[in-house]
């Protein structure tokens, strides 16, 4: 008899971690993904605020799954599943499967306001960060020339949408590297002017937080210069300004800006709705809490693409690597002739960095930590969990770096080529300096 | 009386040099960059080869001239200098100049051979090797994925033009990066047909450097698996194949191949000539031994663009470095009434990596190291020479790390986007994985 053949397309913390529950195993497994590496999203931030290389939180993927003779990877692009058929159709092969796990993530969600997908820059992938980092040193760049008051405001603010945590990590980095380093390098800027906005269309930042470490977060941010604005709703945003309104007043404002970042909404990668599965009003998969698709059920969706009936999980790292377990052990058990068993989440917490010796976490649920021992956990939790021990090595010498020196180094601007198509098109800048829609 | 203001156009060695030589005199200098970094070109080869993170070479400008006040830095694209009524033309604005330092370095040099600038990889800048490093990578990605046996051996194939330092690093680093890292990623490709070629049209390899070292040096990069051929000189380049020619024998010969890497010839940055200015056959301005334009006394060039009367340097950092400080101290000499004095080169030597424990020196122009202690020298010299502390830490890592491991972690295909339109445009890749030409 051959082997099953399994394939999973996605090669995420999801992804990565179903190929690697096949280790041992008598399964072929074929990873698919469009990129050869694997991100470590949770350190996005700190690529776009010029802490971190980008080298630094990817890893080859071929690296990662070196020690598995059994798994394959191909770089390649999914145009199509039909699962009727169990055939895959990628740029240039057609691949049978005899179980699918699929991997393929989340996107950005703009909720139809006007002007944010195509002025905002979204801070989901690679490219993102990179092309983030290379705006705000840009910005200041045109600044310190710009002789026009009223330009070089818009030039010299950063809004930042949503106060998840994506948010509040990104506006408390964003502030450090603005008035902690770039202050030295532009003397002809007047830094009492930059400023950086946080957009919270609900009533609290880290909505999903006790309140406390919520009012911390805020208190933070503020001390470090981060004008926190919550019930703030965005209805619009234009090339150089965005729209808001407070959700209580119903007044509307105006910020003007050149740099919007939109950390507000995530849905599911479209891709599955493309390719005929049901999903949710979010994007997402509706999956029984095996995590199989209903009427497929040799087909596995894990990760931010799985929303298990009756059951509501937080879109964290945690939860993608136990999804991707979990379908691998469904899997091996229905080629055995068991029944695949469902997902028994168990939540380890979360935490957010705000800055230099603060931090909020909520461990289990239950312990609430701040500040200093906050932060430390942090910066251990997330060295712990990188890919390779070469990225630990590499961060932890920027981290120590930046921490004695006060200095982030990475701030250039190095453009990156965009080639991530299915997902929200970044904004860019050409070399002659204009801002750009790459579609 | 006003300060005297000085422009330095290009920050290159020769250019930061320059600047650097400022410090603590009473004179305005801007400093004017199309790029916002400083790049450590002798250690290109090493980025293209997956051995070094980009982001290690380069070091932002305006750290490097933190220190010093009185120099101010712009990223700016020159447009035009009008050498009569001193005045310098960039993007969007004018800016006059009492002295100019002109540092805009050099480019690649095609002969007019057909095809070579439409078909061969430069590397002569950082997008350069960034877009080296992802032709080798996906060469392997598509091979390995390749069921047609002429089509992967032209993937597999990897030809360099030019047998001269840059060519000789290149071949021995990517000899090490395929037949001792990438031989582990891909199990399907069997890596007895992978190529490296190197092509020579001289008889010896490393022309400047004594015989023996040339010896040595062909024969080290046999054994690292290179097919060296001297005295074969490229007559026609193929989006799939290279042509060439024994030199002695005059029959032509054809190597299929993808990958056709350029580094055999490199003439002075294209502007000078476009700017007015008297240029030799190579591009390069004929200056006065004081490194004047012999028709604009206060106008100075270094480095790689200028050809001093009568002499001839070699195309090194350290030269680039010396003249950046000659013509500060003879700018200075001006403003004082003094008159301008000829440079006095001092040559150092130069060195050669070829691979582990293998490198050639020549120091001073009269001791000559093969081997394990030429290798150690040529790390410890460009450790010591890289621009900050922090970038010799990062790349001691890496070095340490890949010593130990035999491994080389930056495998990654992370496009850059191209921004340097005056020097010769690289080829890339889109992400649906074509070859495009980018104008």
Redesign the interface.
């Known amino acids: 008899m051959n082997n099953q053949r399994v394939v999973i397309i996605g090669a995420g913390f999801a992804g990565i971690s179903a190929a690697r529950t096949f280790a041992g195993t008598s399964v072929d497994v074929l990873l698919l993904d469009?990129?050869?590496?694997h991100t470590f999203l949770p350190l996005l931030h700190q690529v776009a605020t010029c802490e971190l290389?980008?080298?630094?939180i990817?890893?080859?993927i071929?690296?990662l799954l070196?020690a598995q003779?059994n798994v394959q990877f191909?770089?390649?692009?999914v145009k199509r599943v039909d699962f009727v058929s169990q055939v895959i159709e990628t740029?240039?092969?057609l691949i049978p499967y005899d179980y699918l796990i699929l991997a393929c993530g989340s996107t950005s969600q703009f909720f139809g306001i006007p002007g944010v997908y195509e002025h905002c820059f979204p801070l989901k992938n690679?490219e993102n960060s990179v092309n983030l980092r290379n705006q705000i040193?840009y910005c200041f760049?045109l600044a310190?020339?710009e002789a026009d008051f009223s330009r070089r405001q818009e030039l010299l603010t950063f809004t930042i949408v949503g106060g998840g945590a994506t948010g509040v990590e990104l506006a408390g980095e964003l502030a450090e590297l603005i008035y902690g380093t770039l202050v030295?390098?532009?003397?002809a800027i007047d830094f009492r002017r930059v400023r950086v906005v946080l957009l919270q269309a609900g009533d609290k930042l880290l909505p999903e937080m006790p309140l406390h470490l919520s009012v911390y977060a805020k208190r933070q941010l503020q001390k470090m210069g981060v004008e926190v604005k919550v019930a703030s709703r965005v209805t619009k945003v234009m090339e150089n300004a965005v729209y808001w309104e407070d959700s209580h007043f119903k007044n509307s404002q105006t910020i003007p800006c050149q740099t919007v970042i939109w950390t507000a909404g995530v849905c599911g990668n479209p891709v599955a709705k493309k390719w005929g599965l049901v999903t949710d009003n979010n994007g997402k998969v509706t999956v029984l809490p095996t995590l199989q698709v209903p009427e497929y059920p040799q087909v596995y969706i894990v990760g931010d693409l799985a929303a298990p009936q009756h059951e509501q999980f937080p879109m964290l790292a945690p939860v993608a690597i136990q999804q991707g377990t979990t379908a691998t052990n469904n899997i091996l058990r229905q080629i055995k002739g068991k029944n695949p068993q469902p997902m028994r989440y168990q939540h380890q917490g979360s935490m957010v960095i705000i800055g230099r010796h603060a931090a909020v976490a909520n461990l289990f649920g239950k312990v609430n930590l701040t500040g200093f021992v906050a932060w430390l956990l942090w910066l251990f939790v997330h060295l712990a969990c990188l890919p390779?021990t070469?990225n630990r090595?590499?961060v932890l010498?920027n981290w120590v770096?930046s921490y004695f020196?006060c200095?982030r180094?990475?701030?250039?601007?190095?453009?990156?080529?965009?080639?991530?198509?299915s997902k929200p098109a970044p904004q860019?800048t050409t070399?002659?300096?204009k801002r750009v829609e790459i579609n």
């Open positions: 469009r990129h050869n590496y290389e980008p080298e630094h990817v890893c080859p071929r690296k070196k003779p191909a770089t390649n692009e740029n240039n092969c690679l040193i760049e310190q020339e030295n390098d532009y003397p390779s070469r090595f590499h010498l770096w020196s200095d180094s990475v701030r250039l601007i190095l453009p990156l080529h965009p080639t991530n198509q860019g070399e002659d300096g």
